[in-house]
């Protein structure tokens, strides 16, 4: 044998291993692959890139339940505050109703407010009232007219009735008091609360009371106006006292 042909080839047992296609390991064997070898493996349908599914609290998820995105929780400032019918809806019961009669003194048109004025301390403070109104408007006249004239006396009584409804309008509109009411211990309340009269109210108060008198007939109108608050039930109102929802209380 030629030393060239002694060259080519391996030696038993030893030397390079063939560089022929490896066999791969029988399937079981440490180190054995899972799948076929030489085959890509296919990731699991629906996986990321990585072939692992996203994990379940992903931000690209729904947002769980309570996320701020979801409807405002009960309570929420944005929700009907409570109570907000009973607040700005009707009064609450008995509010400006008819007080029930009590015994003896009449008590008050709604609960806490003073008993009513009687008839004696009222026609007191009205004479009160009506006698010094009458005094000033003639001493103003007295000097433009003889005291035995008639004029003169025609000229005080239409000017003791003009300074009446001014004085009465005025006084009750401060206070509710006049000062024959404070005399007497008397206020002008307004019927649905027991509030001082509203300048409205003690205007058209004074109104009804002076001017049918001083249009026509003074001298009958006050006594059908006071007895009309004599047999009024259960508030003692006159006819001025209906037209401006007002009654009369004590202060004592």
Not at 146 to 173: H, K, N
Request: one cysteine or more; proline letters at 16%.
């Amino acid at each position: 044998m030629s030393s060239h042909d002694s060259a080519g080839q391996e030696p038993e047992g030893g030397g390079k291993p063939s560089f022929d296609k490896q066999q791969p390991p029988a399937e079981g064997t440490p180190g054995a692959p899972s799948e076929p070898y030489g085959e890509p493996r296919q990731p699991p349908t629906g996986a990321g890139p990585t072939g692992a599914p996203p994990p379940s609290g992903s931000p690209y998820d729904t947002p769980p339940s309570g996320s701020p995105y979801d409807t405002p929780p009960s309570g929420s400032p944005y929700d009907t505050p409570p109570g907000y019918g009973a607040q700005y809806g009707a009064p609450p019961p008995g509010y400006g109703a008819p007080y029930p009669p009590g015994p003896g003194a009449a008590p008050g048109p709604v609960p806490g407010m003073p008993p009513l004025g009687s008839w004696p301390n009222r026609i007191v403070a009205k004479l009160i009232d009506y006698i010094g109104i009458q005094v000033i408007a003639a001493l103003i006249v007295l000097p433009f007219a003889s005291l035995g004239r008639q004029d003169g006396y025609v000229g005080a009584t239409w000017l003791g009735y003009a300074l009446y409804l001014v004085y009465e309008g005025v006084m009750l509109s401060r206070d509710g008091q006049t000062v024959g009411k404070k005399l007497m211990k008397l206020r002008v309340a307004m019927l649905i609360d027991g509030s001082g009269p509203t300048g409205a109210a003690a205007w058209t108060r004074a109104a009804v009371f002076v001017v049918p008198a001083l249009v026509c007939c003074g001298l009958l109108w006050w006594p059908v106006n006071g007895l009309f608050g004599v047999f009024d039930k259960p508030y003692r109102q006159c006819i001025h006292d209906k037209a401006a929802k007002t009654v009369v209380v004590s202060t004592a």
